[in-house]
């Protein structure tokens, strides 16, 4: 078929490569502009920008879609038989989602109509979902609206974090949007019950509050390291929490208590057991080995930054 592709991170660069290895035309590839990044502050193409580079594929760049009548019919004239977008990062327009003979088919990280929005991955792990998936939909002019194509779950455990998340649903949209492409399955309306958004997430949402309960923290924890990460603070200095565990152990101590063995009193009673921490300009470490390098002792508090 002949395609565009429309995504910017790393999550959607297996898809595509899967489409290029699969046979099937990319007429464009469509990504986020590269901007200034790391500590030169250079410009830095996004991952997707990155591997269509190396497969040899012509790559557009618009800062913006909605308004701007040249992009949608530089687009339209493409003539596709359909758009795939992975996490591209701009809204398209109705004239653009309507060009495509078989239209714009959106790779969402989640089980819709759960977690619709920006953030479903981290959402998941943060609400306590026993399961996430992948879903194939038919983009409309809603957020995350539109009917489904297909669907696959996989399983949240105690010890799934975000990245581990993200590559296993990254494979499977990869491996669903073929099956999508090939099999034109019927479109199936999303229900309205059960509808959940995953706003996006910011350093606002760093700070380790202990007086939630430790499961709660733990969840934090595996859900928003890399980005935006968490952390607690001891006497100033903010400590990044790259690793952290409920360990189902209670104690009268007050939240924020560092216990024997960097544990840490929360609320409810319950303990969270810290298990790599980061202070600034340093390596990260083990929780034995940070504390036999760190002046932090039994009975002093952190707290939220």
Known sequence: MRLAFMGSPDFAVPALRALVAAGHEIAAVYCQP?????RGQALTRAPVHVAADALGLAVRTPARLRKDEAEH?????????AAVVVAYGLILPKAMLDAPRRGCLNIHASLLPRWRGAAPIQAAILAGDGESGVTIMRMDEGLDTGPMLLAE???ITAATTAPMLHDALSAIGARLILRALREDPPPVPQPDEGATYAPKLGPADRPLDCRLDAATLARRVRA????PGTVLAHRGTVLKVLAAADIGERTGAAPGTLLDGGRVACGGGTVLALGVVQRP???AQEIGAFLNGYALAAGERLEAP
């Open 34 to 38: 590269p901007k200034p990044a790391h």
């Open 73 to 81: 019919a530089a687009f339209a004239a493409l003539g596709l038989d």
């Open 224 to 227: 928003l390291n890399p980005w």
């Open 281 to 283: 300009g340093k390596a």
């Open 153 to 155: 779950a996989v399983p």
